[in-house]
């Protein structure tokens, strides 16, 4: 080989070394300096925060409370549920799409009811969000409809 083009070679080389060489060193500094996070989790809500969520739902027209939202009592200190009723004039299925509406203005998704729930129930309905679920159900009473809403936190039904 030439001398010119031996000198050219090690040139090229000496490129290529110095490109891997940084490549290998900024590898190495980003898997060091931001090392993959595990995902956050939410933590429970509280009965009280769940009483709170529930209080921002707003109910339809004409509807009235019949039991004020208050804490299911638990052995689990991390699973909380509250639930309230209230009694309306209104049908079952225009209630369900009032809170239908209502939920996913607070972050909610329906999802559909298992096969075997609600079966004494004129209608059901079943939400999931952020770390709380939502059952809504309806029956008919000769002083009108009367429906319960039950938020429960750390629902493993609505877990993605």
Not at 141 to 151: D, K, N
Request: net charge neutral.
């Amino acid at each position: 080989m030439e001398p010119q083009q031996r000198q050219r070679t090690v040139g090229v080389a000496a490129v290529v070394a110095a490109l891997a060489a940084v490549s290998l060193f900024w590898m190495v500094y980003f898997a060091y300096r931001h090392p993959p996070t595990a995902p956050t989790t939410t933590s429970a809500l509280s009965s009280k925060e769940l009483i709170d969520e529930l209080n921002t739902i707003k109910v339809p027209v004409g509807a009235k409370k019949v039991v004020s939202p208050a804490a299911i009592p638990s052995n689990d200190p991390k699973n909380h549920a509250v639930v309230a009723a209230y009694l309306a004039n209104s049908e079952c299925k225009d209630i369900a799409e009032h809170y239908k509406e209502e939920f996913a203005r607070h972050g909610f998704v329906n999802r559909p009811l298992r096969s075997d729930a609600h079966k004494k129930l004129e209608y059901g309905a079943f939400f999931c969000g952020h770390g709380v679920s939502a059952q809504l159900g309806c029956i008919s009473q000769p002083e009108g409809h009367l429906y319960m809403i039950q938020l429960r936190s750390q629902d493993d039904t609505c877990a993605d």
